[in-house]
């Protein structure tokens, strides 16, 4: 990997449910990070996709009276339109129905296979029908026997499966842990695994003999490979590490190890485990970071469809079409399970956010802003400086603020803190509305001496508003977009669109008067 490629992945989504908030969450995490990467240049891959085997989706297509395949076919064409219609701007869409990534799963078990990582045996455990996990034996009496996602009983299954050594990682797995102490985050899931860790690990089942809609074992056509293997290589099958010629995905290679792999924290297990394990055994580089999120809960309570807060696509849709895109990706990441606890979705919150944040301090500075541009300058983008020194207005020495503002954006962008990034931009507005009041342009345009103050004030203003505004664009990239060309960046390929640098608005640029959110009252639709 070089060092300015940068890959993000989201766990790859269960065909067998429709899409909902969750997979929405994930995916606009890793495209806010993507596009953040992107707009500073680092060459980044954006991957997610579909997890199509398994007992669940032969099972499902059975009871509708189609393949699995065709319902595979019908339901992850949802979530991949899902995907353009949010605009979220993956890479690639992988598939695990996919030749591609069958022959390399089968490449990758036989290279198992001959190291002995991967053996044939007997099995006893707790499993979880509808997780298809089993579970430790001290793990399943805290859970009292019982699917801590389904709430059904654990059944005691015997089986015999091809196994990976597990066991054999466990040393190594404590000194990937200690001597990469950021290897899963936030900290609290990563003390988790660490418990787990303590219980010892174990082998793991890999195949299953019960079902057969899977990537049939390289060696042995009686068995499937268990659905978590093959879902788990889609990480690398799909920049094609498995493929022998190398002629698949050639130019993708140089993405491995992945900088962020994004999980929902009832799957950190098998990503921070099972996994790491897995890339030890056939010699590949591990992933820099596990980021594991926590849970949106939905007006206080547990989503349920019996309960009527379940938030599906239908629901996502209508907040969407009353509050805008923008609005929905900003309440969604600065508001959402991104630490240890879980977040909760409430209208009323939602409309309040909206009306706070992206009315009130976003939409009303950078409407404030523009509006005196054109009532005192006709509209024309007046000089930055005032006579010769722009710095002692209002005690603010602007270029240097916007500089650190973007140095903490840039590093928590970079370390995947995505709140603490939006945060540097969103302070930066506020400053400058505390700006406006502590200046009072609309008194120095009553006195005709102070024109050349009042235009350094605006400026200051406005070129300050275009750094945060940029910041916040790949959180919220259709007004920030829409602000960018009423401020004269017209050109999508103008650099302007990107620099983070101070000084690009040039004066004499026409710009024009904004009104970027408006203001909603609270409905019943949502
Ligand atoms: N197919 C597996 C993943 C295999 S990755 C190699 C899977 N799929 S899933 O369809 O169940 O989607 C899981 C993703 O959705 C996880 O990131 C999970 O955390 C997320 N969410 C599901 N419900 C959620 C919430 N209520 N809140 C936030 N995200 C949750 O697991």
């Known amino acids: 990997m070089s060092n300015d490629a940068r890959y993000i992945t989201t766990p790859i989504y269960y065909v067998n449910d429709r899409p909902h908030i969750g997979h929405v969450y994930t995916t606009t995490l890793c495209d806010v990070y993507a596009r953040a990467m992107r707009m500073q240049d680092f060459d980044l ?3 997610t996709g579909t997890d199509e085997h398994g007992v669940k989706v032969e099972q499902s297509a059975l009871a509708k009276g189609v393949t699995p395949q065709e319902l595979a076919d019908e339901n992850s064409a949802e979530f991949r339109s899902i995907m353009e219609s949010f605009h979220l701007t993956n890479d690639d869409f992988i598939r695990t129905t996919a030749p591609s990534h069958m022959s390399q799963v089968q490449h990758f078990v036989t290279k198992l296979l001959e190291s002995g990582d991967v053996y044939l045996g007997t099995f006893e455990g707790w499993y979880d029908e509808g997780q298809e996990e089993y579970h430790t034996e001290t793990n399943a009496r805290d859970l009292d026997y019982t699917s801590p996602i389904s709430g ?4 005691r299954a015997t089986e015999q499966n091809y196994y ?7 040393t190594a797995i404590e000194a990937l842990y200690q001597s990469n102490p950021a290897f899963v985050r936030p900290e609290s899931r990563r003390n988790e695994m660490l418990g787990r860790l303590r219980e010892g690990l174990q082998d793991v089942p890999i195949s299953r003999t019960n079902f057969s809609w899977g990537i049939p074992m390289p060696n042995d056509e009686e068995h499937v490979i268990y659905v978590w293997i093959d879902a788990l290589f889609n990480y690398i099958t799909g920049l094609g590490l498995g493929d022998v010629d190398g002629e698949w995905y050639k130019e993708r290679k140089k993405y491995w190890p992945a900088t962020y792999h994004v999980v929902g924290k009832e799957i950190l297990w098998f990503h921070s485990i099972i996994w790491p394990a897995v890339l030890m055994a056939l010699d590949l580089p591990l992933p820099k970071c596990i980021y594991a999120h926590s849970f949106w809960i ?4 547990k989503m349920s469809k019996s309960l009527g807060n379940f938030i599906d696509l239908e629901k996502i849709e209508s907040y969407v079409n009353e509050y805008g895109s923008d609005a929905w990706r900003y309440y969604l990441v600065t508001q959402g399970p991104l630490g240890a606890t879980d977040a909760d979705f409430a209208a009323e919150k939602f409309h309040d956010i909206y009306n706070a944040h992206l009315v009130n301090t976003i939409g009303n500075c950078a409407s404030r802003v523009t509006a005196m541009i054109q009532k005192y300058f006709d509209g024309a983008l007046p000089s930055e400086y005032n006579g010769d020194d722009r710095y002692t207005l209002g005690g603010v020495d602007w270029p240097s603020r916007c500089a ?4 903490r954006w840039q590093h928590s962008m970079d370390a995947f803190e995505l709140d603490k ?7 930066l507005i506020r400053d400058v ?10 008194k120095l345009a009553k006195d005709e001496t102070k024109q ?8 200051q203003c406005l070129e300050t508003l275009r750094i945060a505004s940029t910041m916040l664009k790949p959180l919220l990239p259709e007004k920030m977009e829409a602000f960018h060309q009423a401020i004269g960046i017209t050109n999508k390929s103008d650099a302007g669109c990107n620099t983070l640098d101070w000084g690009y608005l040039k004066s004499g640029t026409a710009i024009q008067k904004v009104a970027l959110y408006p203001r909603i009252e609270m409905s019943a639709a949502t």
């Open 404 to 407: 650190d503002a973007v140095e």
């Open 452 to 459: 050349g103050e009042l235009g350094a004030i605006l400026y």
């Open 152 to 155: 059904k009983p654990l059944v």
């Open 433 to 442: 509305d505390l700006f406006i009041n502590d200046t009072a342009p609309f």
């Open 164 to 170: 990976f050594k597990l066991s054999k990682y466990q």
């Open 421 to 427: 990034a939006i945060h540097a931009a969103m302070d």
């Open 45 to 47: 891959f954006f991957l």
């Open 298 to 301: 939905s007006e206080g309570r």
